[in-house]
């Protein structure tokens, strides 16, 4: 089992299983949302993931493309993410936010057509200039 938290630790969740496809997106609005370079987002199936404190205190922020980025309303962590309409069973999260060690990396940059440009991407991890399709 995994265990996450948001900066201020009001908000705490635990993962049993996160998928193995992960990736850096480079799209504008994660970088603002992140306030980084890009945003590393991991995936777990529904079933796999809980809020085990402080969900209530979760703010939901919906962008002019109807995706629901997730922050806590204390610190201001990012915390999941949602494209818009998408109910797959699915809960994307911010890797960052976890506090275990995991056994997987991410396996690719997406959406590099917006990457800032004062990055480089040095690694040879495929590029996909929007989203990569789903397996």
């Not at 265990?3 to 998928?19: A, H, R, S």
């Not at 590393?40 to 922020?61: H, I, M, N």
């Not at 940059?109 to 690694?123: F, G, L, Q, R």
């Amino acid at each position: 089992m995994y265990k996450g938290q948001c900066l201020c630790g009001i908000i705490k969740y635990e993962v049993d299983k996160i998928k193995d496809q992960m990736g850096h997106c480079h799209c504008s609005m994660c970088r603002k949302f992140h306030g980084a370079a890009f945003s590393t987002l991991g995936e777990a199936d529904v079933k796999d993931f809980r809020w085990v404190a402080g969900e209530d205190q979760l703010k939901s922020y919906v962008a002019k493309n109807d995706s629901v980025r997730q922050f806590c309303q204390s610190c201001g962590s990012s915390m999941t993410f949602a494209a818009s309409g998408e109910d797959n069973g699915l809960i994307e999260f911010a890797l960052g936010t976890l506090d275990s060690d995991i056994d997987i990396f991410p396996d690719a940059h997406i959406y590099i057509t917006s990457k800032a440009n004062w990055v480089e991407i040095k690694d040879d991890l495929p590029q996909h200039k929007k989203a990569r399709n789903k397996r």
